[in-house]
């Protein structure tokens, strides 16, 4: 996927939303010091993009009864696009899957579950993971404290311009 080209201005909308994603176009307007049409125009187009992917309130897991965070290393039995592609498809019908990567390594995929309980977890492993063909080995990991979870992005300085 190729970069997008942001500049500075962007960068500023970019970092704000991040900090606060429910800013009225007339406070993020304000607070990058730009005047709200032009700000409306370029956060519409940094969606449209989809440098913006969505809007979303951040859950505490425990509050709404997600007590357990798991992290589940993944390797196939047989390296290719139809078991990645089966494996993928499968990973996403799964609620609890809050992150997935395809990775290099001991193992072949990283997923992140949230689930009320080991006893949850133990259901999802027999019932949704362990069924599937080309699975040869789960390795899981328990989160025993977050420390920080689904931080803002670290977005690098625009690229600074050439002066004539």
């Known amino acids: ?11 500023r909308i970019l970092r704000a939303l ?13 607070r990058i010091n730009l005047s709200p049409s032009p700000c409306l125009r370029r956060t519409r187009r940094l969606e449209a993009a ?7 309130a951040e859950i505490d897991r425990g ?9 589940v290393e993944i390797k ?16 996403l019908a799964i609620p609890e899957v809050v992150s997935c990567c395809m990775v290099s390594g001991a193992a ?8 009320t309980d080991l006893a949850a977890y133990e259901r999802l492993l027999s019932d949704r993971l362990l069924v599937l063909p080309m ?4 390795r899981s990991n328990f989160a025993l404290r977050v420390i920080k979870a689904a931080g803002a992005l670290a977005i690098p300085d625009a690229p600074a311009t050439k002066q004539p």
Do not use: C, W
């Open 76 to 91: 196939v039995e047989r390296h290719s696009r139809s078991n990645a592609d089966e494996l993928t498809a499968a990973l």
């Open 108 to 115: 072949d995929f990283l997923v992140e579950l949230a689930v």
């Open 18 to 30: 991040q900090a606060d994603g429910r800013l009225a176009n007339v406070d993020l307007a304000d």
């Open 135 to 138: 699975i040869a080995d789960i």
């Open 1 to 11: 996927m190729p970069k997008e080209e942001l500049d500075e201005t962007d960068i």
């Open 63 to 71: 509050k709404v009864g997600l007590g357990l965070t798991v992290f």
């Open 50 to 56: 989809g440098v913006i992917a969505g809007y979303r």
